[in-house]
């Protein structure tokens, strides 16, 4: 999904858009399975006596209820959260009602390091780490292919043509 381009500077463009890893919607799911399973099996509980209308009801309200706060919610902040290399910033936007952003210009980029654990690692992710111009280090969780990011923002923050190599070129001359 391409990064809405009114959101761009002229000249500015995508070099990476990112949503948070897939591992942070493994617990909704998993709670989305529970709930599920759980509201059958109360459901089956209740399907014999006089009042398992009123039951049913309450069951398939309280189940609705579950869904939404643990399963629907966070797949919602996780589709609502991205994280954009542009040409000429870092951008990160979250949130649904409260939306919150964070540009950081690649010229106030100081130094990028990444870090990942062993099951960030076998799970392709990790969380980049932007010294900027601020007080503190800014840390990015659940990047996906957390060292392909670091290796291109570190390319975006260095492309200055100057700096390039050119085979058979002394100190900028021919």
């Not at 809405?4 to 617990?27: A, C, M, N």
């Not at 990015?140 to 100057?162: A, Q, W």
């Amino acid at each position: 999904m391409a990064y809405p381009d009114d959101l761009l500077s002229s000249g500015e463009h995508v070099v990476i858009h990112r949503h948070p890893h897939w591992k942070v919607l493994i617990f909704p799911v998993f709670w989305l399975l529970v709930v599920v399973a759980l509201g059958t099996y109360l459901a089956g509980l209740v399907a014999d006596q006089s009042w398992a209308s009123i039951a049913l009801i309450a069951l398939a309200v309280i189940g609705a209820v579950l869904v939404l706060w643990l399963t629907i919610a966070p797949l919602v902040r996780w589709r609502t959260t991205h994280f954009t290399l542009t040409s000429d910033r870092v951008m990160y936007r979250e949130g649904v009602f409260k939306r919150t952003g964070l540009d950081i210009p690649l010229a106030r980029v100081n130094s990028v390091r990444f870090e990942h654990s062993f099951v960030d690692r076998l799970l392709g992710c990790g969380t980049l780490v932007i010294e900027s111009a601020s007080d503190e280090p800014l840390e990015f969780d659940d990047i996906p292919s957390v060292e392909k990011v670091h290796t291109m923002l570190y390319r975006e923050v260095n492309d200055n043509p100057g700096d390039d190599y050119h085979p058979g070129v002394v100190d900028g001359r021919a």
